[in-house]
């Protein structure tokens, strides 16, 4: 697979967290690509089958529930790991419901962030 192949797929409609989100990433030496939504995320994941997916759970044209409910009916995508992070307090239930590998709230802390993201899909290649 290429690097692209590998690439983690960062989900949040809030432009500043999502661009954080990559360049952080980035630097950790993962390969990255972003959506704004979940209906563009599942086109992304339908071309090329991301590492895993950074979640959001609330944003416009299709939230972060609605885009996990499509990737656990879907053969193909329903064992992409998913880490989700938000900003609404008592979600840990959800995101357990959900099948999430991960769980963050925001503000959250990169480093524990990306020692969880190590233990989901390994080092970053290189």
Known sequence: MTQAANAI???DDDEDIRETT????ELEGYAVRTACNGAEA???MRSRRPLAV?????????????LRSHMLVD???????????TAFEGSLGEAQ???AAGFFQK????EEFFTALRLIVGPPPG
């Open 42 to 44: 599942l086109e992304h």
């Open 107 to 110: 503000p959250l802390s990169f």
């Open 97 to 99: 419901s959900l099948k």
């Open 22 to 25: 990559r360049a952080l990433l």
């Open 75 to 85: 053969p193909v995508l329903a064992d992409i790991p998913v880490i989700i992070m």
């Open 54 to 66: 950074v979640l959001d759970l609330m944003m416009p044209a299709m939230c972060g529930r609605e």
């Open 9 to 11: 797929l960062v989900v």
